[in-house]
């Protein structure tokens, strides 16, 4: 083919970057596809001709209006960076969700949806190794995905074993493509396990819920790799526990939850990447005249100043004395509550959803800031 007929089918070197310089932007959908019965593909473009650049793993927050009311939700790009022109999530319906159904029912081709730019730690990028276990339940697929993708694109020689949990054959995401995958890499070998069969499909697989003796007859050689996993609550405090029985390095396990609310830990804010669970202290005793010191956080758009104490989050003292900011995760992933910060200092304990450089230029998230002093705040 001529370099002329390549034209407008690979991306120019040329072409701007989408979100170099905005941090929300606008996708158009071009593309809805059915993965499984109740998980849908969902491909989008930019509006212009840029190209997104985005690390393996990470996640876009969709800035939604669902019936009147803003909602925001974070999505993991299942698409490899490594094919820049397009961009895709892959949503699993969530029963009584908001979202999840929302997005199913109502983003067809053409749609246009608003997203913050791409965030989050859980990426390959920043940890690469030569053996790696990629271990993932339902949806919690998506950004291990992403990365095997990546790695195929790249013609890696990685020795990857992708380790994934769906309730019953017909629940498993990417089953035909993982299989293709898996006959072109040869250092890959791909492994499901199934709790049940399918009316239509008996599983002869591996079968139940994954276990110690399970993860050591399919990768026997697990503690010589770096573990990637991602999935419902329940799925990855199992896997923790497993790895912890078995006496598994856990500086080689990087995770990230789906969950806001993980039952498995205290105070329920899953802790940031590299950092053990352990290591987190525990939230200051509340009450009232105890002796922790408030300070005044002035919002200047509202022309509101409320009192937050020292070991409250701006979010809180904001939302509870009455003055409305966007806010979704709560738990300093999603970025939604990211405010510029005028005066006065906070101690912010994030989870990703904040880059370097913007807390270089006095951004903070609010959902996970304590007020060291006063404070003025651009919201
Ligand atoms: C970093 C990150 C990446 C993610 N990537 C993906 C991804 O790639 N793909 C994906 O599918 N998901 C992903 N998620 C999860 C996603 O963000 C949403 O949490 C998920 O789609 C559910 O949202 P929802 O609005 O449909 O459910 P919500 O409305 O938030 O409901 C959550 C839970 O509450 C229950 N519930 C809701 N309303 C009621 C009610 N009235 N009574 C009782 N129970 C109720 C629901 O059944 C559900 O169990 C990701 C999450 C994070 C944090």
């Given at each position: 083919?001529?370099?002329?007929?390549l034209?407008?089918?690979?991306?120019?070197?040329?072409?701007?970057v989408c979100?170099?310089?905005?941090?929300?932007?606008?996708?158009?959908?071009?593309?809805?596809?059915?993965?499984?019965?109740?998980?849908?593909?969902?491909?989008f473009?930019?509006?212009?001709?840029?190209?997104?650049?985005?690390?393996?793993?990470?996640?876009l927050t969709?800035?939604?209006?669902?019936?009147?009311?803003p909602?925001?939700?974070?999505?993991?790009?299942?698409?490899?960076?490594?094919?820049p022109n397009?961009?895709?999530?892959?949503?699993?319906?969530?029963q009584?969700?908001?979202?999840?159904?929302?997005?199913?029912?109502n983003?067809?081709?053409?749609s246009?949806?608003p997203?913050?730019?791409p965030?989050g730690?859980?990426?390959?990028?920043?940890?690469?190794?030569?053996?790696?276990?990629?271990?993932?339940?339902?949806?919690?697929?998506?950004p291990?995905?992403?990365?095997?993708?990546?790695?195929?694109?790249?013609?890696?020689?990685?020795?990857?074993?992708?380790?994934h949990?769906?309730?019953?054959?017909s629940?498993i995401?990417?089953?035909?493509?993982?299989?293709?995958?898996?006959t072109?890499?040869?250092?890959?070998?791909?492994?499901h396990?199934?709790?049940?069969?399918?009316?239509?499909?008996?599983?002869?697989?591996m079968?139940?819920?994954i276990?110690?003796?399970?993860?050591?007859?399919i990768?026997?050689?697990f503690?010589e790799?770096?573990t990637f996993?991602?999935g419902?609550?329940?799925?990855?405090e199992?896997v923790?526990?497993?790895?912890?029985?078995?006496?598994?390095?856990?500086?080689?396990?990087?995770?990230?939850?789906?969950?806001?609310?993980?039952?498995?830990?205290?105070?329920?804010?899953?802790p940031?990447?590299?950092?053990?669970?352990?290591?987190?202290?525990?939230?200051?005793?509340?009450?009232g005249?105890?002796?922790?010191a408030?300070?005044?956080?002035?919002?200047?758009?509202s022309?509101k100043?409320?009192?937050?104490?020292?070991?409250?989050?701006?979010l809180?003292?904001?939302?509870a004395a009455?003055?409305?900011?966007a806010?979704?995760?709560?738990?300093?992933?999603?970025g939604?509550?990211?405010?510029?910060?005028?005066?006065?200092?906070?101690?912010?304990?994030?989870?990703?959803?904040?880059?370097?450089?913007?807390?270089?230029?006095?951004?903070i998230?609010?959902?996970?800031?304590?007020?060291?002093?006063?404070?003025?705040?651009?919201?």
């Amino acid at each position: 083919m001529s370099t002329q007929a390549l034209e407008g089918l690979v991306p120019s070197l040329q072409s701007p970057v989408c979100w170099a310089e905005e941090d929300e932007t606008v996708l158009v959908c071009t593309a809805v596809s059915d993965v499984t019965h109740d998980v849908k593909n969902f491909v989008f473009e930019p509006e212009g001709d840029q190209l997104f650049e985005f690390d393996a793993g990470q996640f876009l927050t969709l800035k939604l209006d669902i019936d009147g009311t803003p909602v925001n939700r974070c999505y993991t790009i299942s698409s490899p960076p490594t094919r820049p022109n397009r961009i895709a999530i892959t949503v699993k319906r969530v029963q009584g969700g908001k979202v999840s159904n929302w997005v199913h029912d109502n983003i067809v081709p053409g749609s246009k949806v608003p997203v913050l730019a791409p965030l989050g730690a859980f990426t390959l990028a920043r940890k690469p190794a030569e053996k790696l276990l990629f271990l993932s339940a339902g949806s919690g697929i998506t950004p291990l995905m992403s990365m095997l993708r990546t790695l195929y694109d790249l013609g890696s020689d990685a020795d990857v074993v992708f380790l994934h949990s769906a309730r019953t054959p017909s629940d498993i995401v990417f089953r035909s493509e993982l299989a293709a995958i898996e006959t072109l890499m040869p250092n890959l070998r791909v492994v499901h396990i199934c709790e049940a069969d399918y009316p239509s499909e008996r599983w002869g697989g591996m079968r139940g819920r994954i276990s110690p003796a399970m993860l050591q007859t399919i990768v026997p050689d697990f503690q010589e790799r770096m573990t990637f996993n991602c999935g419902p609550a329940p799925y990855m405090e199992a896997v923790r526990r497993i790895l912890g029985e078995l006496d598994y390095d856990m500086a080689s396990y990087h995770e990230e939850s789906f969950n806001f609310d993980d039952p498995s830990i205290p105070g329920a804010t899953p802790p940031p990447e590299g950092v053990a669970y352990e290591d987190i202290a525990a939230p200051a005793a509340p009450g009232g005249d105890d002796g922790v010191a408030t300070f005044s956080v002035e919002f200047t758009k509202s022309g509101k100043t409320v009192t937050c104490r020292a070991d409250e989050n701006v979010l809180d003292a904001a939302l509870a004395a009455g003055v409305r900011l966007a806010s979704s995760c709560s738990q300093g992933m999603c970025g939604t509550c990211k405010i510029p910060k005028l005066s006065g200092e906070v101690e912010m304990n994030h989870n990703g959803g904040i880059r370097p450089k913007e807390v270089t230029a006095g951004k903070i998230l609010a959902c996970c800031s304590k007020p060291l002093s006063d404070l003025s705040l651009d919201a």
